[in-house]
């Protein structure tokens, strides 16, 4: 499921949008999360009180008050880099502009739904292209992507009632999913991520400081170490920071 942001001061614009990706969902059968905004402030604010990021924002470039190069500016400046932008507009002169803010397309008003069909498809293309760096994973109901580098840590989770459970750790959310830790560690062992516990994969960009037999992590999280694993843990990790030209702070 991609989740997609549209944002414009104009109702009718709004719901065009929202119609053709419904239809393009229907027809491809790819799941958009859809969320509709009439002011760039509103959408600015979603990312300033952390929420749930998304996959594509769709900006009107022309709204009153935080126009849709403002808001995409203040979205990266909140460090949000990986969303798409499509920008909508009825003036090509605000195409260099847009180019400051990483902008996937500038479209020309009014857009034809089979033309915006068009370049969400192409996007979604880029999107599978990048698939070895996302992750789909199923939490209640509902398939969710997620990017590696905003995963935090995977831990099995203890369920009187739920057959290996395990918790997705991100920085804005935890996802409640089903799965073998083991099976995972080995799908992600070439990603930056490491197995330091029988019960705990974390993602070694999010890595902090480690402490005695635990890791610090960001967002303040804390993990155990599982004795048999701290020397292998603390050799995997000084390798990685020598590839990355970091000091590190030895367990």
């Known amino acids: 499921m991609y989740r997609v942001a549209v944002c414009d001061d104009e109702e009718q ?4 949008v929202k119609k053709t990706l419904i239809a393009l969902s229907i027809r491809t059968n790819i799941e958009f999360e859809i969320e509709l905004y009439p002011s760039g402030e509103q959408l600015a604010a979603h990312y300033e009180q952390d929420g749930v990021p998304f996959h594509i924002l769709i900006l009107d470039v022309e709204m009153g008050g935080m126009n849709g190069i403002m808001t995409a500016r ?4 909140l460090k949000h880099f990986d969303e798409q932008i499509i920008f909508l507009t009825s003036y090509p ?5 847009s180019f400051d803010v990483m902008t996937f397309q500038y479209l020309i008003k009014p857009v034809a739904p089979d033309l ?3 370049k969400i498809t192409k996007l979604l293309q880029y999107f599978q292209a990048q698939e070895k760096k996302f992750m789909v994973i199923k939490s209640g109901y ?3 992507v997620l990017r590696y580098d905003d995963i935090i840590a995977i831990e099995a989770a203890k369920s009187l009632t739920v057959k290996s459970k395990l918790h997705v750790i991100t920085a804005t959310q935890v996802y409640d999913s089903k799965g073998l830790i083991a099976d995972y560690a080995a799908a992600l062992k070439d990603s930056n991520f490491l197995h330091i516990h029988r019960s705990i994969i ?11 037999g635990s890791v610090l992590m960001s967002g303040g999280m804390e993990f155990p170490i599982g004795r048999s694993k701290i ?13 990355k030209g970091h000091s590190y702070d030895s367990i």
Not at 74 to 77: F, H
């Open 93 to 97: 002169e605000y195409m260099v502009e």
């Open 13 to 16: 614009q709004r719901e065009l």
């Open 231 to 243: 020397k292998e843990v603390k050799d995997f990790y000084t390798k990685f920071m020598i590839m």
């Open 142 to 144: 509902e398939e969710v």
């Open 116 to 118: 915006l069909e068009e």
């Open 202 to 212: 974390i993602n070694l960009l999010h890595v902090k400081k480690f402490a005695g």
């Open 74 to 77: 203040r979205i990266r400046e």
